[in-house]
């Protein structure tokens, strides 16, 4: 028996983060989060289902690749589908690699679409959430195109997300700064273990979300890019605080991060409707219109080099490639 689909995700950038796990095996945070879908970034993932294999195998852009994460979420599928059948997985990121946007949502997105349609499981978007929560909690999000929101449920069964506004038909996107990342960065699932553990602040941080939610969706209905780009990056700015009084304290920022950050508040100083927000990395995302963006891209460039100011729209949900 030998079964192949391939499949497409795209990563999605959180306004409103999840940043810590009440359930770290079943991935189920503490708190709701809300996101965008990107145009931009994406991966492409083939999953074949083979009976002659004696063994999961794993290729991330051509380059085999030991994944212990993966061969635990193939189980989980086979599992569901109650086959004991290996798997050869293909992925390929469409992303800049120094961009450091290779996100899981998006290859654990594809990677659940792929596995459980060439299994033979015929699932639901929202069982499909479900089951790409279980290999990385954003990816839950990415199964939907537009803004999205994870509600956090409490178990397997009642933790994935919701389509608030797949076809986005008014005029918000992003423009991602790449800033170079000299040392190694904490990846963002021990670092919000860590701010779980040891931040003061993390409950606060919890509770904040919860009016940040609300206030989010009332933006978003009023198509108010302002408002929805204020909320936005004082939730970032929160969750990052979670890192700064962890202990030890640590930070995804560095100087060039903020460097952007304040390129981004002189650009609102000047008129401009534009606002940031940052995830477990030193890029800078902006939260801009599509009408101003030549005008911040212009402004940027000599900033940071217009190759690295990369322009991302709202994008689609996965699909079967
Ligand atoms: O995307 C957001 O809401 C916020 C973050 O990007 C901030 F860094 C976290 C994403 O965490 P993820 O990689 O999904 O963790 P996993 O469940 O441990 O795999």
Redesign the pocket.
């Known amino acids: 028996m030998k079964n192949k689909v391939s499949a497409r995700a795209h990563t999605n950038i959180?306004l409103i983060?999840?940043?810590g796990k009440q359930d770290p095996d079943l991935?189920i945070p503490y708190n709701n989060?809300l996101?965008l879908t990107l145009e931009h970034f994406y991966t492409d993932t083939t999953v074949t289902f083979d009976d002659t294999l004696s063994e999961d195998t794993f290729f991330l852009n051509d380059q085999r690749i030991n994944d212990k994460k993966v061969v635990h979420f193939l189980d989980i599928v086979r599992d569901k589908a109650q086959k004991n059948v290996f798997a050869k997985v293909e992925s390929t990121n469409h992303v800049p690699t120094s961009a450091g946007l290779a996100?899981?949502?998006s290859a654990y997105a594809a990677l659940a679409l792929a596995a459980s349609s060439a299994i033979g499981l015929q699932l639901t978007k929202r069982e499909l959430s479900r089951l790409a929560r279980r290999g990385?909690?954003?990816?839950s999000r990415s199964i939907f195109g537009g803004l999205v929101e994870w509600e956090k449920g409490h178990n397997d069964e009642d933790s994935f997300a919701v389509p608030i506004e797949e076809n986005v038909t008014w005029d918000i996107q992003m423009i991602a700064i790449m800033i170079n990342s000299h040392e190694k960065e904490i990846d963002?699932?021990s670092g919000?273990q860590h701010s779980v553990d040891t931040s003061p602040f993390y409950h606060d941080w919890v509770k904040t979300t919860e009016q940040d939610l609300i206030d989010m969706k009332d933006a978003i209905s009023k198509r108010d890019l302002a408002k929805v780009g204020q909320i936005a990056e004082n939730n970032a700015m929160k969750?990052h605080a979670t890192t700064l009084s962890a202990n030890p304290s640590f930070t995804y920022f560095n100087p060039d991060s903020i460097r952007a950050m304040d390129a981004v508040k002189n650009l609102r100083k000047s008129g401009i409707t534009c606002y940031f927000t940052m995830?477990?990395g030193p890029n800078v995302k902006i939260i801009c219109s599509k009408a101003e963006t030549p005008y911040i891209l212009n402004k940027l460039s000599p900033l940071f080099g217009a190759d690295n100011l990369l322009v991302a729209k709202p994008g689609p949900g996965a699909t079967i490639i």
């Open positions: 959180a983060k999840y940043w991935i989060s996101s996100s899981s949502a990385s909690g954003s990816a963002s699932r919000m969750m995830d477990a």
